[in-house]
């Protein structure tokens, strides 16, 4: 909080419950106004690193994924040591502001183009026992802050009739 203070970033933060799906935020979720993120922490077989910030309702295409973000090879989970390393947080806990902790550049960004309908996200605040709003261009303008570019892509599943190509 005090990172985004410093940037002149207002954020509101409200004290949950922990929280380790979305289905279990649901009730969060209806009373916090904005778009509500998921996070998947992957790697690829050479063994770089993305985090993908998706909207909640975003069926996350993560078989044909790699292919549009430039991944060798199918993504895999990383281990909860990389996470922890990486983005200083716990599996459950996963979350867009971790890439403050990531200070070498090893975490590629990749958010869902969803997000920029809204004008306010909700992320953890690297614990998944609060949701922080961030206004949406406030939350570009902290990755732009930490070094972290997002790839701003769609990230919803594409397959229509189930022959495995991305359309």
């Known amino acids: 909080m005090r990172y985004l203070d410093g940037l002149g970033i207002a954020v509101t933060t409200v004290d949950h419950p922990a929280v380790f799906t979305v ?3 649901q009730d969060i979720h209806r009373a916090m106004p904005g778009a ?3 996070n998947l922490f992957v790697k690829d077989k050479k063994g ?3 985090l993908v910030v998706a909207e909640h309702g975003t069926e996350v295409d ?3 994924l790699h292919k549009r973000i430039g991944a060798q090879g199918r993504l895999s989970f990383a281990s909860a040591e990389a996470m922890q390393e990486r983005l200083g947080v716990t599996p459950g806990s996963v979350t867009a502001f971790g890439v403050l902790n990531d200070t070498e550049g090893a975490v590629n960004v990749v958010l869902d183009e969803r997000l920029l309908a809204y004008d306010m996200v909700n992320c953890h605040p690297l614990t998944n026992e609060a949701t922080t709003t961030i206004a949406t261009a406030d939350l570009m303008a902290f990755f732009r802050s930490t070094s972290h570019e997002p790839l701003v892509i769609g990230l919803e599943a594409t397959d229509t ?7």
């Open 161 to 167: 009739d189930g022959d495995g190509q991305d359309r």
């Open 23 to 25: 289905a279990e935020s």
């Open 36 to 38: 509500h993120t998921k």
């Open 62 to 64: 993560l078989k044909g």
């Open 48 to 50: 770089r690193i993305f």
